[in-house]
């Protein structure tokens, strides 16, 4: 997509203040997903909130169905054959992470003797042949579950090394059912032999694909912005074209807009390593020479991170009043560590001067007030950055339609620190009146340079796309004239109510054209944001819902498919250094499975329960 020249910037300081006012008649459509964020709510439409209330307020509605407060479903006592024992083995560990070699050992017999001592445990070998067994079953289950699935489907794509030094790329699989919610799901965790090549990749991608038979059903595809994604995209575009499907780069390529966001604040913190000088109000030469050196809460990393749990800092921290915590290193790969460095450093900023300077080692590394004046300045020029990250790491809403507002707020949020006299922009700092030092400034104009060579436009494509693949042939025509009902013109008065009678009775046909001409809707007024809107609607826009069904399928960062990866720190402990490849994809995609599986229907026992206590109530 081309990057915009000038974006449109929203002023609202809330996020569910920003939305209600994109009005899509007047501005640009900043991305084609943007479009169908017709309503939304902050929440996602999740059950959480519900199920807190239900087990604090009415306690007896999960009871009386067996739901347990854990989020999962506590069916009726199953009879206890081999079968259903092996099966609930096989879920304690996976879901726990837990060794094969568990069933061998005596502490965990004696406990299951302790409810059944008739029971007979199977040994590590059987278990782990069922588990590759219970993978079968399941992703024959999940491959007719996105043949269900009446829209195309969106993926995520992203490459992880296991502790044992195997190469897997994990693919996440999303689409939006026909009661229109949201169907997150990992597709697989393929082993990856040789380099990780954009070639090798797409390859391996197109297997997964036809494997389960969906090459047909591919929409976008999100990746981090590697170098070897666009190698990636290029081949698999070729792959695409061979098999006579519509797949283009410009179309359906999604950055990882999280990764985006710290591209943006590393290229701010680099600036600010570099060239900030507490002492000047601008770039000096001493400052270039210098390196970074003179901001240590930056640059040095030799402060002790466990310094609030040393004998010297714990009498202070009780003194404050203050929870004892480690301190926290940037990792420049980690998102968002930086302000978390920082923050909470001023959080902890007594304790941690009354330990500089009782160690005369440490002395070096006192901050004076301008510094940590300077600190709070940069912890206010990064936060909203942050916050969208967070924002955009969700997975229970379709965070593609989010895309548009980020930037905007992120744009609104740097300009802040611009100075253009043509656009009225001063730099004012709201706290003191005065402008934001030129260091500050600096940061702010790197980071703003960066998120617009990623800034994407659609510039009007997204009717073309409308026309080319969802519009009906046969409506061509705009509009269509419906003849009123037939009645005798005797005078002028008549004449103008027939006339007036007719013009209301046009009926535009362009579904595209009614949609952007309805007036956007506030967040308040919907309570399932617009997988909810469009689901009450779809009627009223038979070919336009199909393709909002197809465009809010994306995910706007990758963050699910590393998702999918957090699960290998507890899965290969340095007890587990030799497991085979194979085992550790059949765990981590069997253990997804099982888990989406249950929370769907613990969100449908819970709705049912609810639904049965209205009804006795009433």
Known sequence: MDVGSSPAILDSNEVQDVVPQLDFKKRKLTSEFQLFSKSYQKGGGATSGMKRHIEKIHPSILQDRGASTSGSIVPPSPVLNNETLMNGIVEFVLETDQAFSIVDDSSFKRLIRLINPEVKLPGRTTLRDAVSKRYQKEKELVAAQLQEIPGKLSFMVDCWTSANQWAFQGIVVQGISKNWELISIALDLTILEGSHTGINLASQFMKVLEEFSIVKKVHSITTDNASNMDTFFTNFEEQMKIKEENFKIQDFRVRCLAHILNFCCQSALDSLRAKYDPKFDSISEEAEQMDGTNLPILTKR??????????????????????????????????????????????????????????????????????WASITKMIILLKPFEDMTVLMSKQDFPTISFCALVYSKIFGHLEKYRIDPKRKLKAIDPCNGRVHPKWLRDAASKAYDK????????????????????????????????????????????????????????????????????PTVRSDSQTNGALGWWKNHEEDYPMLSKMARDFLSASGTSVPSERLFSSGSTLINPRRQRMKPSTIRECVCTKNWTKSKSQALFKEELCLAVSEKMCADC
């Not at 402060?303 to 009780?318: G, V």
């Not at 926290?328 to 304790?351: F, G």
């Open 302 to 371: 030799t402060l002790p991170a466990r310094f609030p749990t040393s004998t010297r800092a714990i009498p202070q921290c009780d003194v404050l009043g203050i929870e004892k915590k480690e301190l926290v290193l940037d990792i420049k790969t980690r998102w968002n560590s930086t302000i978390a460095m920082i923050t909470r450093a001023v959080e902890y900023r007594e304790p941690l001067e009354y330990t500089l300077r009782r160690e005369k080692k440490l002395h070096s590394w006192i901050l004076s007030a301008e510094e």
């Open 451 to 518: 998120l617009g060579t990623y800034y994407p436009s659609s510039d009007g494509e997204i009717k073309t796309f409308w026309i080319n693949n969802y519009k009906e042939p046969d409506s061509e025509e705009d509009s269509t004239e419906l003849e009123p009902s037939s009645s005798s013109v005797e005078n002028e008065q008549d004449i103008f109510m027939q006339f007036h009678q007719k013009q209301s009775m046009v009926v535009k046909k362009d579904e595209m054209e009614r949609y952007l001409s309805e």
